[in-house]
């Protein structure tokens, strides 16, 4: 049972913020999409979360 409650503070403790605007919800992503979404989703330093989203568009939009 500790583990579970363990896991469960931990899942309280992450914040989850909001996509920007020009993101969309995220229908068709493939894995790769998804994850650097979710990991930015959860990121709470603003410049590495800024990071994660210009590739996650960078990504979406198939530019190299």
Do not use: F
């Not at 469960?8 to 909001?18: A, E, G, I, N, W």
């Not at 992503?29 to 590739?55: C, F, G, H, Y």
Request: overall charge positive; aromatic content about 4%; hydrophobic content about 30%.
């Amino acid at each position: 049972r500790k583990e579970s409650s363990a896991a469960s503070d931990v899942y309280k403790r992450q914040k989850v913020t909001v996509a920007p605007e020009d993101i969309g919800d995220g229908q068709g992503d493939n894995i790769v999409l998804r994850q650097i979404r979710d990991a930015a989703m959860q990121e709470s330093d603003p410049t590495l979360r800024e990071k994660l989203w210009d590739e996650y568009r960078r990504i979406k939009n198939g530019k190299r």
